[in-house]
């Protein structure tokens, strides 16, 4: 789903036992090419026939002005959003992943969610269920 952006799957959307299906990317630096260790990764879990989550994740390394991190990553969120559901990002949820501020947002039957993590090393995931 998002190949184009570099977050491309390895082996597959494949049976993981006990009928969960899941495929996952390895880790893309953010923004492209960039010196810095930030990372996302792209993960799909769900049945045979259909995901049923999706989830997109950011390793922040970076200390200091992480801005053009996020907006790599709002960038991200802004085309898992509209390839998996044909709809936009709504701008609240936009505004709020270029932020880094945890929310949740209703697109159409998907729930849609910013989460920060906690740990040794900061992350933000977004998930579209």
């Known amino acids: 789903m998002l190949d184009d952006h570099g977050l491309r799957t390895r ?3 494949r049976d993981v036992g006990q009928g969960v299906f899941r495929c996952a990317s390895v880790g893309h630096r953010l923004p492209r090419a960039s010196p810095a260790r930030d990372e996302a990764h792209y993960a799909a879990t769900g049945d045979r026939g259909r995901a049923r989550q999706l989830q997109l994740d950011l390793a922040l390394h970076s200390r200091g002005d992480v801005r ?3 907006d790599a990553f709002t960038v991200l969120a ?3 959003t509209s390839r998996s559901l044909g709809q936009a ?8 992943i270029a932020l880094g501020l945890p929310g949740s947002w209703r697109v159409d039957s998907a729930d849609l969610s910013l989460e920060r993590i906690g740990g040794a090393v900061p992350a933000l995931r977004f998930v579209v269920r």
């Open 11 to 13: 082996d597959g959307y």
């Open 68 to 70: 053009a991190v996020l």
């Open 78 to 80: 802004q085309a898992l």
């Open 89 to 96: 990002l709504p701008a609240d949820a936009r505004q709020a």
